[in-house]
Protein backbone atom coordinates (compact mmCIF):
# COMPACT_ATOMS: atom_id res chain seq x y z
CA UNK A 1 0.00 0.00 0.00
CA UNK A 2 1.26 3.34 -0.76
CA UNK A 3 -1.14 5.55 1.40
CA UNK A 4 0.17 7.18 4.46
CA UNK A 5 -2.07 7.06 6.97
CA UNK A 6 -2.11 8.51 10.58
CA UNK A 7 -0.55 6.07 12.56
CA UNK A 8 -3.11 6.79 15.53
CA UNK A 9 -6.79 6.84 15.83
CA UNK A 10 -8.85 9.20 18.18
CA UNK A 11 -10.03 8.48 21.72
CA UNK A 12 -10.83 12.02 22.75
CA UNK A 13 -12.17 14.68 20.26
CA UNK A 14 -11.79 18.49 20.83
CA UNK A 15 -14.69 20.42 18.65
CA UNK A 16 -13.53 23.14 16.33
CA UNK A 17 -15.78 26.21 15.79
CA UNK A 18 -16.26 28.46 12.39
CA UNK A 19 -16.80 31.90 12.61
CA UNK A 20 -18.44 34.32 10.03
CA UNK A 21 -16.38 36.38 7.69
CA UNK A 22 -17.88 39.40 9.28
CA UNK A 23 -16.85 38.10 12.81
CA UNK A 24 -13.31 37.62 11.45
CA UNK A 25 -13.29 40.75 10.37
CA UNK A 26 -13.77 41.78 13.68
CA UNK A 27 -11.60 39.69 15.47
CA UNK A 28 -9.00 41.10 13.02
CA UNK A 29 -9.51 44.80 13.94
CA UNK A 30 -9.63 44.28 17.39
CA UNK A 31 -6.34 42.25 17.73
CA UNK A 32 -4.73 45.42 15.84
CA UNK A 33 -4.36 42.57 12.63
CA UNK A 34 -1.68 40.94 15.01
CA UNK A 35 -3.09 36.93 15.40
CA UNK A 36 -1.10 36.51 18.77
CA UNK A 37 -3.94 38.83 19.91
CA UNK A 38 -6.71 36.68 18.81
CA UNK A 39 -8.44 34.20 21.16
CA UNK A 40 -7.98 30.54 20.54
CA UNK A 41 -11.45 30.11 20.43
CA UNK A 42 -11.82 32.58 17.57
CA UNK A 43 -9.58 30.15 15.40
CA UNK A 44 -10.45 27.07 13.34
CA UNK A 45 -6.98 26.09 12.35
CA UNK A 46 -4.36 26.72 14.45
CA UNK A 47 -0.52 26.43 13.21
CA UNK A 48 1.28 29.25 15.11
CA UNK A 49 3.27 26.47 16.53
CA UNK A 50 3.80 23.32 16.57
CA UNK A 51 5.62 23.52 20.48
CA UNK A 52 3.28 22.87 23.52
CA UNK A 53 0.10 21.81 21.03
CA UNK A 54 0.90 18.16 20.41
CA UNK A 55 -1.95 15.61 21.38
CA UNK A 56 -0.68 13.49 23.87
CA UNK A 57 -1.55 9.34 23.56
CA UNK A 58 -3.27 7.30 25.98
CA UNK A 59 0.40 6.07 27.25
CA UNK A 60 1.32 9.43 28.21
CA UNK A 61 -1.97 10.45 29.75
CA UNK A 62 -2.11 6.56 31.66
CA UNK A 63 1.49 8.04 32.49
CA UNK A 64 0.32 11.25 33.90
CA UNK A 65 -1.83 8.96 36.62
CA UNK A 66 1.37 7.72 37.70
CA UNK A 67 3.00 10.74 38.09
CA UNK A 68 5.32 11.25 41.71
CA UNK A 69 4.70 14.14 43.17
CA UNK A 70 7.06 14.12 45.71
CA UNK A 71 9.00 16.95 45.91
CA UNK A 72 12.15 15.37 46.01
CA UNK A 73 13.44 12.22 44.54
CA UNK A 74 10.45 11.52 43.11
CA UNK A 75 9.85 8.42 40.82
CA UNK A 76 8.31 10.57 37.72
CA UNK A 77 12.17 11.98 37.78
CA UNK A 78 13.88 8.90 37.53
CA UNK A 79 11.81 7.51 34.83
CA UNK A 80 12.37 9.97 33.11
CA UNK A 81 16.17 10.32 33.62
CA UNK A 82 16.68 6.19 32.58
CA UNK A 83 15.07 7.57 29.37
CA UNK A 84 17.33 10.34 28.54
CA UNK A 85 20.38 8.41 29.87
CA UNK A 86 19.28 5.99 27.10
CA UNK A 87 19.10 8.18 24.72
CA UNK A 88 21.76 10.73 24.81
CA UNK A 89 24.40 8.85 26.97
CA UNK A 90 25.04 12.65 28.60
CA UNK A 91 25.95 12.41 32.89
CA UNK A 92 23.82 15.36 33.85
CA UNK A 93 20.15 15.57 32.73
CA UNK A 94 18.38 18.69 34.73
CA UNK A 95 14.82 19.29 33.87
CA UNK A 96 13.72 22.63 32.99
CA UNK A 97 9.72 24.46 32.86
CA UNK A 98 10.94 24.52 28.67
CA UNK A 99 13.64 24.82 26.41
CA UNK A 100 14.49 28.62 27.29
CA UNK A 101 14.83 27.51 30.81
CA UNK A 102 17.62 25.35 30.13
CA UNK A 103 19.09 28.02 27.26
CA UNK A 104 19.40 30.96 30.51
CA UNK A 105 20.69 28.26 32.74
CA UNK A 106 23.25 27.19 29.83
CA UNK A 107 24.66 30.42 28.73
CA UNK A 108 24.19 32.09 32.10
CA UNK A 109 26.96 29.43 33.70
CA UNK A 110 28.83 29.61 29.88
CA UNK A 111 28.67 32.92 28.56
CA UNK A 112 30.86 36.09 29.39
CA UNK A 113 30.22 39.34 27.97
CA UNK A 114 32.72 39.97 24.57
CA UNK A 115 32.14 36.02 23.58
CA UNK A 116 31.02 34.74 20.66
CA UNK A 117 28.31 31.45 20.14
CA UNK A 118 28.00 30.42 16.73
CA UNK A 119 25.21 28.26 15.73
CA UNK A 120 24.00 26.96 12.04
CA UNK A 121 20.93 29.77 13.21
CA UNK A 122 19.68 30.25 16.59
CA UNK A 123 16.18 30.56 17.45
CA UNK A 124 14.93 33.31 18.75
CA UNK A 125 15.19 32.77 22.48
CA UNK A 126 18.55 31.45 22.47
CA UNK A 127 19.88 34.15 20.72
CA UNK A 128 18.05 36.29 23.53
CA UNK A 129 19.27 34.47 26.06
CA UNK A 130 22.86 34.87 24.75
CA UNK A 131 22.51 38.48 24.17
CA UNK A 132 21.52 38.79 27.85
CA UNK A 133 24.57 37.57 29.02
CA UNK A 134 26.66 40.51 27.25
CA UNK A 135 28.13 37.66 24.39
CA UNK A 136 26.69 37.93 20.36
CA UNK A 137 24.55 35.27 18.99
CA UNK A 138 26.10 34.71 14.78
CA UNK A 139 24.22 32.57 12.81
CA UNK A 140 26.95 30.60 10.51
CA UNK A 141 24.27 28.96 7.85
CA UNK A 142 25.51 27.20 4.62
CA UNK A 143 25.46 29.75 1.65
CA UNK A 144 23.20 28.00 0.13
CA UNK A 145 20.09 28.02 2.72
CA UNK A 146 20.12 31.75 1.73
CA UNK A 147 18.57 30.59 -1.32
CA UNK A 148 14.77 29.84 -0.14
CA UNK A 149 14.40 27.76 -4.11
CA UNK A 150 17.29 25.51 -3.46
CA UNK A 151 16.51 21.91 -2.75
CA UNK A 152 19.11 20.46 -0.83
CA UNK A 153 19.19 17.45 1.60
CA UNK A 154 20.60 18.83 4.41
CA UNK A 155 20.00 22.71 4.37
CA UNK A 156 20.01 23.30 7.70
CA UNK A 157 23.83 22.49 8.43
CA UNK A 158 26.28 24.75 9.76
CA UNK A 159 28.73 26.41 7.61
CA UNK A 160 31.85 24.29 9.09
CA UNK A 161 34.75 26.71 6.77
CA UNK A 162 33.01 29.99 8.27
CA UNK A 163 32.88 28.04 11.88
CA UNK A 164 37.10 27.76 10.96
CA UNK A 165 37.76 31.09 10.40
CA UNK A 166 35.19 32.97 13.01
CA UNK A 167 37.66 30.72 15.71
CA UNK A 168 40.57 31.64 13.65
CA UNK A 169 39.58 35.54 13.85
CA UNK A 170 37.90 35.68 16.70
CA UNK A 171 40.45 32.82 19.34
CA UNK A 172 38.92 29.89 20.60
CA UNK A 173 38.99 31.41 24.27
CA UNK A 174 36.25 33.46 22.86
CA UNK A 175 33.88 31.02 21.84
CA UNK A 176 32.61 29.21 24.87
CA UNK A 177 30.44 26.54 23.13
CA UNK A 178 29.48 26.14 19.57
CA UNK A 179 25.39 25.46 19.08
CA UNK A 180 24.02 22.87 16.18
CA UNK A 181 19.65 23.07 16.56
CA UNK A 182 18.25 20.40 14.72
CA UNK A 183 16.52 20.78 12.73
CA UNK A 184 17.42 24.10 11.96
CA UNK A 185 13.71 25.68 12.91
CA UNK A 186 14.90 29.24 11.67
CA UNK A 187 16.26 28.39 8.78
CA UNK A 188 12.66 26.29 7.50
CA UNK A 189 12.62 23.49 9.60
CA UNK A 190 15.76 21.98 7.90
CA UNK A 191 17.72 19.04 8.66
CA UNK A 192 21.38 18.70 9.61
CA UNK A 193 23.38 15.41 8.10
CA UNK A 194 24.93 13.37 9.95
CA UNK A 195 28.42 14.45 8.15
CA UNK A 196 28.13 18.00 8.78
CA UNK A 197 27.99 16.82 12.72
CA UNK A 198 31.22 14.98 12.66
CA UNK A 199 32.58 18.12 10.66
CA UNK A 200 31.98 20.10 13.38
CA UNK A 201 32.48 17.86 15.98
CA UNK A 202 36.29 17.56 14.58
CA UNK A 203 36.48 21.49 14.53
CA UNK A 204 35.40 21.72 18.03
CA UNK A 205 37.51 18.89 19.44
CA UNK A 206 40.52 20.43 17.93
CA UNK A 207 39.86 23.50 19.50
CA UNK A 208 38.84 22.29 22.80
CA UNK A 209 35.25 23.62 22.30
CA UNK A 210 32.44 21.92 23.40
CA UNK A 211 29.77 21.32 21.04
CA UNK A 212 25.79 21.51 22.23
CA UNK A 213 22.45 20.23 20.07
CA UNK A 214 19.94 22.23 20.64
CA UNK A 215 17.52 19.20 20.16
CA UNK A 216 14.09 20.54 20.22
CA UNK A 217 13.06 18.01 16.73
CA UNK A 218 16.11 15.81 17.18
CA UNK A 219 14.02 12.91 15.84
CA UNK A 220 12.62 14.45 12.90
CA UNK A 221 15.97 15.47 12.00
CA UNK A 222 17.04 11.54 12.58
CA UNK A 223 14.05 10.41 10.16
CA UNK A 224 15.66 13.14 7.73
CA UNK A 225 19.21 11.12 8.14
CA UNK A 226 17.14 7.83 8.01
CA UNK A 227 15.92 8.90 4.73
CA UNK A 228 18.55 10.86 3.00
CA UNK A 229 21.73 10.24 4.47
CA UNK A 230 24.15 7.40 2.79
CA UNK A 231 24.70 4.56 5.27
CA UNK A 232 21.85 5.29 7.34
CA UNK A 233 18.95 3.47 5.49
CA UNK A 234 19.47 0.63 7.80
CA UNK A 235 19.56 2.25 10.91
CA UNK A 236 16.47 2.77 13.49
CA UNK A 237 15.72 6.66 14.52
CA UNK A 238 16.79 5.99 18.04
CA UNK A 239 20.49 4.34 16.70
CA UNK A 240 20.83 7.79 14.56
CA UNK A 241 19.76 9.74 17.56
CA UNK A 242 22.05 8.30 19.83
CA UNK A 243 24.70 8.72 17.47
CA UNK A 244 23.32 12.58 17.31
CA UNK A 245 24.06 12.90 20.70
CA UNK A 246 27.52 10.55 21.09
CA UNK A 247 29.04 14.00 19.07
CA UNK A 248 27.80 16.47 21.35
CA UNK A 249 28.92 17.86 24.92
CA UNK A 250 25.67 18.47 25.90
CA UNK A 251 22.09 19.53 24.99
CA UNK A 252 19.36 21.90 25.68
CA UNK A 253 15.88 20.52 24.69
CA UNK A 254 12.16 21.55 24.80
CA UNK A 255 10.12 18.80 25.32
CA UNK A 256 7.38 20.51 24.10
CA UNK A 257 8.48 19.79 20.39
CA UNK A 258 9.24 16.16 19.79
CA UNK A 259 8.51 14.73 23.30
CA UNK A 260 4.90 15.54 22.30
CA UNK A 261 4.62 17.10 25.97
CA UNK A 262 2.90 20.41 26.42
CA UNK A 263 5.32 21.79 29.15
CA UNK A 264 8.55 20.90 29.75
CA UNK A 265 12.71 20.17 29.17
CA UNK A 266 16.32 20.21 30.02
CA UNK A 267 19.32 20.59 29.91
CA UNK A 268 22.35 17.80 29.68
CA UNK A 269 26.04 18.20 29.85
CA UNK A 270 28.89 15.35 30.28
CA UNK A 271 30.42 18.41 32.34
CA UNK A 272 30.62 17.61 36.21
CA UNK A 273 31.50 20.64 37.15
CA UNK A 274 29.02 22.66 34.68
CA UNK A 275 26.02 20.40 36.00
CA UNK A 276 27.14 21.70 39.74
CA UNK A 277 26.65 25.12 39.00
CA UNK A 278 24.12 24.59 36.76
CA UNK A 279 22.06 22.69 39.57
CA UNK A 280 22.64 25.91 41.69
CA UNK A 281 21.27 27.69 39.24
CA UNK A 282 18.08 25.66 38.60
CA UNK A 283 17.84 25.60 42.24
CA UNK A 284 17.10 29.77 42.44
CA UNK A 285 14.72 29.50 39.87
CA UNK A 286 13.54 26.18 38.83
CA UNK A 287 12.89 24.14 41.17
CA UNK A 288 15.14 20.97 43.31
CA UNK A 289 16.65 19.04 41.13
CA UNK A 290 14.53 15.87 40.93
CA UNK A 291 11.63 18.29 39.19
CA UNK A 292 13.22 21.55 37.54
CA UNK A 293 10.26 23.63 37.27
CA UNK A 294 7.71 20.51 36.24
CA UNK A 295 5.14 18.61 38.28
CA UNK A 296 5.98 14.96 38.53
CA UNK A 297 3.22 13.95 35.63
CA UNK A 298 4.68 16.05 33.78
CA UNK A 299 8.41 14.24 34.04
CA UNK A 300 6.28 11.30 33.04
CA UNK A 301 4.57 12.09 29.99
CA UNK A 302 8.39 13.73 28.44
CA UNK A 303 9.45 10.08 29.48
CA UNK A 304 6.57 8.25 27.11
CA UNK A 305 6.97 10.83 24.98
CA UNK A 306 10.65 10.70 24.02
CA UNK A 307 10.27 6.79 23.32
CA UNK A 308 7.07 6.79 21.55
CA UNK A 309 8.68 10.01 19.23
CA UNK A 310 10.99 7.74 17.53
CA UNK A 311 8.61 5.15 16.32
CA UNK A 312 9.31 4.66 12.49
CA UNK A 313 5.58 4.89 11.60
CA UNK A 314 5.07 7.87 13.24
CA UNK A 315 7.93 9.81 11.71
CA UNK A 316 7.39 8.42 8.14
CA UNK A 317 3.87 9.61 8.62
CA UNK A 318 5.00 12.99 10.58
CA UNK A 319 7.43 13.98 7.72
CA UNK A 320 4.95 12.95 4.62
CA UNK A 321 2.20 14.93 6.11
CA UNK A 322 4.58 18.09 6.62
CA UNK A 323 5.52 17.70 3.03
CA UNK A 324 2.27 16.78 1.36
CA UNK A 325 0.59 20.82 2.66
CA UNK A 326 4.11 21.81 1.53
CA UNK A 327 4.28 20.11 -2.62
CA UNK A 328 0.70 20.39 -2.58
CA UNK A 329 0.77 24.60 -2.74
CA UNK A 330 4.26 24.53 -3.93
CA UNK A 331 3.09 22.46 -6.94
CA UNK A 332 0.33 25.40 -7.77
CA UNK A 333 2.37 27.69 -7.81
CA UNK A 334 2.90 28.97 -3.85
CA UNK A 335 6.63 29.76 -3.63
CA UNK A 336 7.71 28.09 -0.34
CA UNK A 337 11.04 27.25 1.31
CA UNK A 338 12.31 24.06 -0.18
CA UNK A 339 12.33 21.60 0.44
CA UNK A 340 9.42 21.13 2.80
CA UNK A 341 11.00 20.87 6.31
CA UNK A 342 10.01 18.52 9.07
CA UNK A 343 7.55 20.68 11.12
CA UNK A 344 6.45 23.58 8.98
CA UNK A 345 6.09 24.67 6.22
CA UNK A 346 7.49 28.39 5.22
CA UNK A 347 5.52 30.56 2.15
CA UNK A 348 8.39 33.07 1.29
CA UNK A 349 5.98 36.03 1.23
CA UNK A 350 8.17 38.21 -0.53
CA UNK A 351 8.30 36.43 -3.54
CA UNK A 352 4.49 35.43 -3.37
CA UNK A 353 3.58 39.36 -2.97
CA UNK A 354 6.46 41.13 -5.14
CA UNK A 355 3.75 44.38 -4.68
CA UNK A 356 4.20 44.32 -0.91
CA UNK A 357 7.62 45.84 -0.46
CA UNK A 358 9.27 44.99 3.09
CA UNK A 359 8.34 47.97 4.97
CA UNK A 360 4.82 46.83 4.28
CA UNK A 361 5.27 43.42 5.97
CA UNK A 362 4.25 40.90 3.49
CA UNK A 363 4.10 37.78 5.76
CA UNK A 364 1.86 39.40 8.03
CA UNK A 365 0.04 40.37 5.48
CA UNK A 366 -0.16 37.44 4.14
CA UNK A 367 -1.29 35.84 7.70
CA UNK A 368 -3.66 38.54 7.96
CA UNK A 369 -5.48 37.38 4.12
CA UNK A 370 -5.52 33.56 5.43
CA UNK A 371 -6.93 34.08 8.78
CA UNK A 372 -9.53 36.40 7.11
CA UNK A 373 -10.71 34.13 4.33
CA UNK A 374 -10.55 30.51 6.35
CA UNK A 375 -9.85 31.27 10.32
CA UNK A 376 -5.96 29.62 9.74
CA UNK A 377 -4.03 31.11 12.07
CA UNK A 378 -0.14 31.25 10.88
CA UNK A 379 2.76 33.25 12.12
CA UNK A 380 5.07 35.70 10.11
CA UNK A 381 8.76 35.50 10.70
CA UNK A 382 10.24 38.54 8.51
CA UNK A 383 11.09 42.32 9.00
CA UNK A 384 7.87 42.22 12.22
CA UNK A 385 9.74 39.35 13.77
CA UNK A 386 13.44 40.10 13.15
CA UNK A 387 13.05 44.51 11.70
CA UNK A 388 15.86 45.46 9.53
CA UNK A 389 17.69 41.79 10.55
CA UNK A 390 15.07 40.12 8.31
CA UNK A 391 16.83 37.89 5.62
CA UNK A 392 13.34 36.83 4.20
CA UNK A 393 9.98 37.46 4.62
CA UNK A 394 8.18 34.20 5.38
CA UNK A 395 5.03 32.78 6.50
CA UNK A 396 5.22 29.82 8.83
CA UNK A 397 2.75 27.10 8.99
CA UNK A 398 3.61 24.81 11.80
CA UNK A 399 2.24 21.88 12.03
CA UNK A 400 1.20 20.32 15.81
CA UNK A 401 1.85 16.64 15.97
CA UNK A 402 -1.21 14.22 16.01
CA UNK A 403 -3.39 17.11 16.26
CA UNK A 404 -4.72 17.65 12.78
CA UNK A 405 -5.88 15.07 9.97
CA UNK A 406 -5.19 15.00 6.66
CA UNK A 407 -9.18 16.72 5.63
CA UNK A 408 -7.80 19.71 7.83
CA UNK A 409 -4.70 19.44 6.27
CA UNK A 410 -6.81 19.59 3.04
CA UNK A 411 -8.62 22.79 3.78
CA UNK A 412 -5.45 24.45 4.35
CA UNK A 413 -4.02 23.89 1.50
CA UNK A 414 -7.80 24.88 -0.52
CA UNK A 415 -7.85 28.36 1.71
CA UNK A 416 -3.96 28.89 0.33
CA UNK A 417 -4.82 27.81 -3.07
CA UNK A 418 -7.56 30.02 -2.94
CA UNK A 419 -5.99 33.16 -1.34
CA UNK A 420 -3.02 33.11 -4.01
CA UNK A 421 -5.59 33.03 -6.41
CA UNK A 422 -6.67 36.67 -5.60
CA UNK A 423 -3.13 37.67 -4.14
CA UNK A 424 -2.80 40.89 -6.35
CA UNK A 425 -5.74 42.54 -4.06
CA UNK A 426 -3.64 41.85 -0.40
CA UNK A 427 -2.35 44.81 0.93
CA UNK A 428 0.23 45.77 2.97
CA UNK A 429 0.63 47.21 6.69
CA UNK A 430 1.67 49.57 8.64
CA UNK A 431 3.06 49.31 12.56
CA UNK A 432 0.83 51.53 14.46
CA UNK A 433 2.15 50.60 17.81
CA UNK A 434 5.41 48.32 19.25
CA UNK A 435 6.49 47.85 22.45
CA UNK A 436 10.36 48.53 23.18
CA UNK A 437 11.69 44.63 21.78
CA UNK A 438 9.51 41.33 20.78
CA UNK A 439 7.23 43.54 18.95
CA UNK A 440 5.72 40.30 17.47
CA UNK A 441 4.21 39.03 19.82
CA UNK A 442 1.83 42.75 20.53
CA UNK A 443 2.47 45.23 17.64
CA UNK A 444 -0.51 46.30 16.15
CA UNK A 445 -1.00 47.45 12.65
CA UNK A 446 -3.32 48.85 10.36
CA UNK A 447 -3.76 47.89 6.45
CA UNK A 448 -2.85 50.62 3.97
N1 LIG B 1 15.07 26.20 20.33
C1 LIG B 1 14.32 26.05 19.23
C2 LIG B 1 14.96 25.57 17.95
C3 LIG B 1 12.94 26.31 19.27
O1 LIG B 1 12.21 26.14 18.17
C4 LIG B 1 12.36 26.75 20.50
C5 LIG B 1 10.95 27.07 20.57
C6 LIG B 1 13.19 26.89 21.61
C7 LIG B 1 14.54 26.59 21.50
C8 LIG B 1 12.67 27.34 22.95
O2 LIG B 1 11.92 26.34 23.55
O3 LIG B 1 9.61 27.32 23.69
O4 LIG B 1 10.30 25.39 25.13
O5 LIG B 1 11.20 27.65 25.56
N2 LIG B 1 10.21 27.22 19.54
C9 LIG B 1 8.79 27.49 19.49
C10 LIG B 1 8.37 27.78 18.08
C11 LIG B 1 8.29 28.51 20.47
O6 LIG B 1 7.20 28.18 17.86
O7 LIG B 1 9.16 27.56 17.15
P1 LIG B 1 10.68 26.70 24.53
New binding site residues.
Given amino acids: MRTIIEPFRIKSVEPLRHSTAAEREQYLEQAGYNLFGIEARHILIDLL?D?GTSAMSTEQWAAVMRGDESYAGSESFFRLKRVADELTGFRHMIPTH???AAERILFTVMCKPGNIVPNNTH?D??RANIEFTGARAVDLPIPEAADTQARLDFKGNLDVAALESLIAVEGPGKIPLVIV?VTN?SGGGQPVSMANLEAVQRVCARHGIPLYL?A?RFAENAWFIHEREAGYGSWSPKQIAQKMFSLADGCTF?A?KDAFANIG?FLSTNDDRLAQQETNLLILTEGFPTYGGLAGRDLDAIAVGLEEVLDPDYLRYRIASTGYLGRHIADHGVPIVEPPGGHAIYIDAARMLPHIPPPQFPGQALAVELYRHAGIRSVEIGSVMFGEAARHELLRL?IPRRVYTQSHIDYVVEAILEVNARKQEIRGLEIVEEPPFLRHFSARFRQL
Avoid: H, L, V, Y
Fill in positions: TSQGRFTTTNDCSKGA
